[in-house]
């Protein structure tokens, strides 16, 4: 069965430096993988996905992820941390009959000053 | 352009009472999702509608919960009786048709206190 799994539950991490949050999936085929974040009492917004072709990819907010599938990851990296980025992190996959996602449970970020 | 709209942003009510949550999705998108959000479980997909027709209905934790779409741009996700364990917020999000599963859109949800 389709699932993720997010190994961290909170990260702490210092202004400037870099971040990689982990996201370990189990998909039957080729995934589609996405990584949304969510900001204090707000919803979920879409930083990036995956689909198919360039392993490595860009979203917003300076935001990358890399697909591995030899490690069955998706891992979300930035190399310069802001206090904004602040937040909750999902890794997500769709579910068996690619209509809906599953999300994992989620990683806090933590910036320090 | 307007995104998922969620009302009410939060809720206290009594063990007992029902609760009503409501849901505007984006026009023109044919799929709408419940989740539910809890510390102890994340995000859950308790249900989703295409087309106005519930399709998977399996996350519905028991028969106190209910969920209805009437029409494209309106839907209600219904506890009764609501007990202190569905505390939680709760997102509705939408999608347009077409690629298998894309980007879902999310409301800013609705904090559900039930005491």
């Known amino acids: 069965a389709q699932s993720v799994t997010q190994p961290d539950i909170h990260i702490t991490v210092s202004e400037g430096a870099s971040l990689e949050l982990r996201c370990n999936y189990s998909?039957?085929?080729?995934?589609?993988l996405f990584w949304y974040v969510q900001s204090p009492g707000q919803g979920l917004q879409l930083l990036l996905k995956?689909?198919?072709?360039?392993?490595l990819v860009q979203g917003i907010k300076g935001f990358e992820a890399e697909f591995k599938r030899s490690q069955s990851s998706f891992n979300l990296r930035k190399p310069s941390v802001h206090w904004s980025d602040a937040a909750e992190y999902f890794c997500?996959?769709?579910?068996?009959?690619?209509?809906?996602?599953?999300f994992g449970k989620g990683t806090t970020l933590s910036v320090s000053s | 352009d307007a995104g998922v709209i969620q009302s009410p942003r939060h809720e206290v009510t009594e063990m007992g009472q029902e609760v009503t949550l409501r849901c505007k999705p984006i026009?023109?998108?044919?799929?709408l999702f419940w989740y539910r959000q809890t510390m102890m479980r994340g995000l859950e997909l308790l249900i989703y509608f295409n087309n106005n027709v519930p399709i998977d209905d399996s996350g519905m934790p028991e028969d106190r919960f209910s969920a209805k779409m009437p029409n494209a741009s309106f839907s209600t996700l219904k506890i009764q009786p609501s007990e202190p364990r569905d505390s939680a917020v709760y997102f509705c999000a939408s999608r347009p048709s077409g690629r298998a599963t894309g980007e879902l859109f999310f409301g800013e949800g609705s904090r559900l206190t039930v005491l």
């Open positions: 995956y689909f198919s072709g360039d392993t």
């Open positions: 997500a996959v769709p579910n068996q009959a690619g209509t809906a996602l599953i």
């Open positions: 026009s023109g998108h044919d799929y």
């Open positions: 998909y039957g085929a080729t995934p589609y």
